[in-house]
């Protein structure tokens, strides 16, 4: 086989560091932001907050690049150094018009609280350690009590088996324990509050919560009853097998069943939180209505007053002004350099984040101005991400990245941007109408139904089709899963 030359021509993409942290920035949520920032700051000393700065800046970074620099080994040759430009590092008014320039003293400012809410409040796990507390056990009866709290998920339920919390005894406490011991003390567990917690499934959640009130009539004693021998046929609303099996009337099943609602599927649920992010929605648009005309305001939180430290470009111009160029103090240049480099970097990302999340929310705006002005979900138009990326110019990736991770809060409550995506579905009239319209209609009709005959699935589609929706049996089916409706039988009601 020859070897041979050939002059070849490719065309390529490749993605910018400045790109990739771009990209990255997008999805992270205005929650989130703020610790991206902070570890940011912590990684760059070259980048700093405007309001931390203090005339002492100059020193501490200082201090921290003359304890890094004998470590400090650059990749960048003298050639490098010698062409490096120091006016672009060091020249003044680098920084951005002071935010007070920008201020309108004619209108007000929009609340710039750059606070995030977090629930403090214990845990269900803390709230069970306490109540274990108060019983008196020896010191073995009381690990083998704490293993089976911390085997309780957050919803209350002790999903573990109990031959699984024996083998876990054993092999990290080193204690042998019999399944009727630790049985003995799932029981006494289950006597905590709230009531139900520690059951295995959901039928023994019920019964132990229906246990505590049997003393309140024989509504409750028919629930116990009901749920111990009939829970298949209560699941599936089989209402006339379990009348005929307990023998009673229409009203005295109503009782009953409204004893049974009022119990907690997940008594674990309503006990603090374990993931604080996710207790609060932080919006990261605000919409308001200004006499009619709708403005939208980027959350604070996602324009940091972010700027090259002084302190650096102070380091630059010393290390400019001397004659001695020796090898330390070009791989300081060059250390510096890189430094204030990935800091306007960073800036800038930041910016483009604030461009891109304000474009695209304008867009999205503008697409959907009637829902914006009344709250109407009828009025949703069909939107899909390409219909976005053509109207700014971004890519459908960067319009998606924005859409799923962020919030917009309006006077009609606070909605995920990807709430207002979806697809077509024409009417008889030909005219293109969202499929969100179509799922309110279907939500309204299943809520103004009569639940003693609750509305089939062929029942809702011919209604649909009444008002003008080309519309299948099998769409509707799709259209109320999604909506988490249940079947017809299953919403039916005595």
């Given at each position: 086989?020859?070897l ?12 910018s ?5 771009l990209m990255?920035?997008l999805?992270v949520?205005?929650?989130n ?13 070259a980048l700093?907050?405007?309001?931390e700065?203090?005339?002492d800046?100059?020193d501490?970074?200082r ?5 890094a620099?004998?470590e ?6 003298e050639?490098?150094?010698d ?10 008014g ?15 400012e929009?609340d710039?609280?750059q606070?995030?809410p977090?629930k ?6 803390d709230?069970?350690a306490?109540q ?5 056990l020896?010191d073995?009866?009381r ?5 089976i ?8 339920y002790?999903?573990?088996?109990t ?6 005894l054993?092999f ?10 630790i ?8 006597q905590f ?6 059951a ?6 019920l019964l132990?919560?229906l246990e ?9 004693q028919?629930?116990?009853e009901i749920?111990?021998n ?5 699941t599936?609303?089989?209402y006339?097998k ?17 004893q ?9 649920g309503?006990?603090?939180e ?23 305001t980027l ?9 090259v430290?002084?302190?650096y470009?102070?380091m ?5 002004r001397?004659t ?10 060059m ?10 970097w ?8 604030q ?19 009344t709250?109407?979900?009828?009025t949703?138009?069909?939107m ?12 459908i ?14 006077e009609f ?7 207002f ?8 009239s ?13 939500s ?6 009569h639940k ?8 809702l ?13 099998r ?9 988490n ?10």
């Amino acid at each position: 086989m020859a070897l041979g030359q050939s002059l070849q021509q490719k065309l390529l993409q490749k993605l910018s560091p400045q790109q990739i942290q771009l990209m990255k920035l997008l999805q992270v949520p205005t929650a989130n932001l703020e610790e991206r920032i902070k570890e940011e700051l912590e990684e760059n000393p070259a980048l700093e907050q405007s309001d931390e700065a203090s005339d002492d800046s100059f020193d501490e970074t200082r201090d921290e690049f003359e304890s890094a620099e004998d470590e400090f080994e650059t990749e960048g040759s003298e050639e490098e150094y010698d062409n490096i430009d120091i006016s672009e590092y060091v020249s003044e008014g680098d920084d951005d018009i002071a935010d007070y320039r920008l201020r309108d003293d004619n209108y007000p400012e929009m609340d710039d609280k750059q606070v995030t809410p977090f629930k403090i409040e214990s845990t269900l796990h803390d709230l069970l350690a306490d109540q274990l507390g108060m019983l008196t056990l020896d010191d073995r009866r009381r690990k083998i009590a704490e293993q089976i709290v911390g085997s309780i998920d957050d919803d209350g339920y002790l999903r573990r088996e109990t031959t699984s919390i024996q083998d876990d005894l054993a092999f990290r406490q080193n204690i042998e324990a019999s399944e009727e011991e630790i049985e003995e003390l799932i029981s006494l567990i289950q006597q905590f509050d709230p009531a139900g917690v520690a059951a295995r499934n959901l039928q023994e959640c019920l019964l132990l919560q229906l246990e505590r009130k049997k003393h309140e009539g024989t509504a409750v004693q028919g629930a116990i009853e009901i749920l111990t021998n009939y829970f298949d046929e209560f699941t599936k609303k089989h209402y006339d097998k379990i009348q005929r099996g307990l023998n009673i009337d229409d009203e005295e099943l109503k009782q009953i069943i409204q004893q049974i609602i009022r119990l907690s599927p997940k008594p674990g649920g309503n006990v603090g939180e374990v993931n604080k992010a996710e207790s609060y929605v932080v919006p990261d648009f605000f919409i308001y209505n200004t006499g009619g005309k709708l403005e939208i305001t980027l959350n604070s939180k996602n324009a940091p007053d972010l700027r090259v430290s002084e302190g650096y470009r102070d380091m630059l111009k010393e290390y400019d002004r001397g004659t001695k160029k020796d090898k330390r103090q070009k791989e300081a240049v060059m250390f510096i350099k890189q430094k204030i480099d990935a800091a306007k970097w960073f800036i800038d990302a930041i910016k483009q984040r604030q461009q891109t999340l304000m474009m695209t929310m304008q867009t999205i705006l503008d697409y959907q101005y009637e829902f914006f002005l009344t709250g109407d979900e009828t009025t949703l138009r069909p939107m899909i991400l390409k219909d976005i990326a053509e109207r700014t110019g971004l890519d459908i990736s960067t319009v998606s990245r924005v859409a799923n991770s962020k919030f917009v809060q309006t006077e009609f409550g606070t909605y995920r941007l990807k709430f207002f995506f979806s697809e077509s579905l024409s009417t008889d009239s030909g005219e293109e109408v969202s499929t969100r319209e179509v799922k309110k209609i279907l939500s309204d009709l299943v809520a103004g139904e009569h639940k003693r005959k609750p509305l089939s699935d062929e029942r809702l589609t011919e209604l649909l089709q009444e008002k003008g929706y080309n519309i299948a049996r099998r769409t509707v089916a799709k259209y109320r899963e999604q909506l988490n409706i249940p079947v017809a039988r299953l919403r039916k009601e005595l």
